[in-house]
């Protein structure tokens, strides 16, 4: 994996979304030069609803390049730059059905923590212009993924990204995704959600429920 493009950007009013005016920090621009990733966000960037968005456990919002190409070629998308979908990296070959929640990355001196799938919000669709994209978005799979920061350091485009550790049995994004959206992998997903340390709660609700009911004849 490598790091294709560094985004960042702080807070701005965005005006005639779907609930009226609101903070976003969806409108990531590339950016030149090694930058500070610090325990909630990288230097310079920032996000508008911090009862949604950031925080330790996603302090880092990452997209794979490679679904640029998807969007372009089979979704017919004018996408004119990396940073589109509001992610702070944009890497080489992180694609939601390769990389686990649990995965450790090396990124020079930054150590990184895969945590959760994104779940897409209205706020894309205002971005990108087309409603209900964020639920299109979501079907495909290709979410990207949050980050917390597990040592603080600086990093750059360009830069390698090695898999330093990961979690034993551990899902990939895709299938975590899928399972709090759509149900898929029943009871045998809900279980080994359950099974890891440290999720956030609401990502336990949905397997909590499923367990909680006798299963099906």
């Known amino acids: 994996m490598r790091i294709v493009s560094v985004n960042v950007c702080m807070p ?20 030149s030069g090694p930058v500070e990733v610090l325990a909630t966000n990288l230097a310079g960037d920032g996000q508008g ?17 490679n679904d640029y190409d998807y ?9 004119p730059e990396f940073g589109w979908f509001g992610e702070n990296l944009t890497v080489e070959n992180a694609m939601s059905d390769d990389v686990r929640v649990g995965d450790i990355w090396e990124i020079g001196t930054v150590r990184l923590q895969v945590t959760e799938p994104r779940s897409p ?14 639920a299109r978005f979501q079907r495909t799979g290709r979410v990207g993924f949050y ?23 551990a899902m990939t994004v895709r299938e975590l995704s ?19 340390d440290g999720m956030g709660v609401k990502w336990l609700r949905r397997p909590r429920k499923l367990l909680s009911t006798a299963p099906r004849i």
């Not at 979304?17 to 990531?28: C, E, H, P, Q």
């Not at 609803?49 to 390049?65: E, F």
């Not at 980050?147 to 049995?169: D, H, I, K, M, T």
């Open 12 to 31: 701005r009013p965005v005006s005639g979304t779907a609930r009226g005016t609101v903070a976003s920090g969806i409108y990531k621009r590339s950016v």
């Open 49 to 65: 609803d911090l009862l949604n968005h950031g925080g330790p456990t996603k302090a880092v919002y990452a997209y794979a390049a």
């Open 71 to 79: 969007w372009r070629q089979q979704e017919g998308l004018s996408i």
């Open 121 to 134: 919000c209205f706020k894309l669709d205002h971005k990108i212009g087309i409603p209900r994209f964020a």
């Open 147 to 169: 980050l917390r920061v597990l040592q603080e350091g600086s990093l750059a485009a360009g830069a390698e990204v090695a898999l330093a550790g990961g979690l034993p049995g």
């Open 178 to 196: 899928d399972f709090r959206h759509y149900g898929t992998g029943g009871r045998s997903m809900a279980t080994r959600i359950l099974a890891i």
